[in-house]
C-alpha cells in the first residue's frame, strides 16, 4: 500500500509539472471574444486581446492580423448562425455605432455584451482598459492607454497658444456633410487650435447646405471624403480657405475610426492646421 501511495504522489507531482509547464504556453485563458466594429478590432489587438478574438466584423483591415480572422457581417448585417457557430463567449459592440437590437440579439443568444463608448479622446483609453481587463491582459492594456494619452497630452500642450482657425470638416461632397461639436473629430480640431464652424450643432453628424458652410467663411477646410477637396471647391470663389489653399485632406481611416491610432490622425491635423497658419501669414506663438 505503502509503494501505491508514493506512486499517487510521485504521479501528481509529475501531472502538476506538466500543468505548470503548459500554462507557460497557453493562450490567456477567458474569454473567446467577437467585434462588431473595425474600430473596436483595433482596440482589442492594442489591448492585448488579439489571441481571444474569434471573429470579427467586416472591415476589420488593422492591424494586418485582423484580417485573416473570420467574418461575422457588419454590424447591421450579422451572421447570427456563424456566430453560434463559433461559440463566442463576448461581443464587444460600440456604444454609439451599434444599433441597440443587435445588442439585444446577441445578449439573447447567450453572449455577455460589452459597449465601448467613444464620445471623447479619453474614451479610447478607457476603452484599452476595460478590454485589457477583458482578457486578462491588464500590463498591455495599461501601456497602450497611458502612450495615448501622453500623445494627446502632448499636442494638446503644443498647439494650445496657436493662433485659432474656423474649420469646415467635410465628411462627403454629395451631399455636404459634416460632424457636429459633440463628435471626436471636433475635439481634435480643438487641441490642434482650431474651432469646428458646426460645433453648435447637437448632432453627432449632419448634412449642411453650401450657402450655411460659406456664411461661416471657413479658414480651413479639413476633407476625409475620397475625392479631391480642392477640385470641388475651386468653383466658389468666395471661400477664404480657398483664397490662402487652406484645403486639406485629413486620413479617414485615423480619423474616422475612433480607435488608439486618433493619436496619429490628431498630430496630422494638427500639422494641417499649421500649415494653413503658414500660408495665411499667420503669426504663430512659440
Not at 497630452?153 to 467635410?170: D, N
Not at 479631391?228 to 484645403?247: H, M, Q
Request: proline content about 7%; some cysteine.
Amino acid at each position: 500500500m505503502k509503494v501505491l501511495n508514493r506512486i499517487a504522489v510521485v504521479l501528481a507531482l509529475i501531472a502538476g509539472c506538466l500543468a505548470a509547464s503548459a500554462d507557460a504556453t497557453a493562450p490567456p485563458p477567458g474569454q473567446r471574444i467577437i467585434s462588431v466594429a473595425p474600430n473596436l478590432t483595433e482596440l482589442l489587438f492594442a489591448a492585448g486581446a488579439a489571441r481571444q478574438i474569434v471573429a470579427v466584423s467586416e472591415y476589420s483591415d488593422y492591424p494586418e492580423a485582423a484580417r485573416s480572422l473570420p467574418r461575422i457581417g457588419d454590424a447591421f448585417r450579422l451572421d447570427y448562425e456563424r456566430i453560434v457557430a463559433l461559440a463566442p463567449t463576448v461581443a464587444v459592440v460600440w456604444e454609439t455605432g451599434t444599433p441597440p437590437e443587435v445588442a439585444k440579439r446577441l445578449e439573447a443568444l447567450g453572449i455577455r455584451v460589452i459597449s465601448i463608448p467613444t464620445r471623447r479622446l479619453d474614451d479610447i483609453a478607457a476603452g484599452l482598459e476595460v478590454l485589457g481587463e477583458l482578457a486578462g491582459s491588464q500590463e498591455v492594456a495599461k501601456a497602450a492607454a497611458a502612450g495615448f494619452r501622453a500623445e494627446i497630452a502632448r499636442l494638446r500642450a503644443e498647439y494650445r497658444e496657436r493662433p485659432r482657425l474656423r474649420v469646415f470638416v467635410q465628411i462627403d461632397d454629395a451631399p455636404l456633410f459634416t460632424v457636429g461639436g459633440g463628435h471626436l473629430i471636433s475635439e481634435i480640431v480643438e487641441l490642434c487650435g482650431g474651432g469646428n464652424i458646426f460645433a453648435d450643432a447637437a448632432a453627432l453628424a449632419l448634412p449642411v447646405d453650401l450657402e450655411s458652410v460659406l456664411a461661416r467663411a471657413p479658414q480651413v477646410i479639413l476633407s476625409t471624403d475620397d475625392g479631391d477637396p480642392a477640385e470641388y471647391w475651386a468653383r466658389f470663389a468666395g471661400v477664404a480657405s480657398f483664397a490662402t489653399g487652406g484645403i486639406y485632406r485629413a486620413p479617414a481611416d485615423l480619423l474616422a475610426r475612433p480607435s488608439p491610432r486618433l493619436s496619429e490622425g490628431a498630430a496630422e491635423v494638427c500639422a494641417r492646421l499649421d500649415e494653413a497658419r503658414r500660408r495665411a501669414g499667420l503669426t504663430q506663438q512659440p
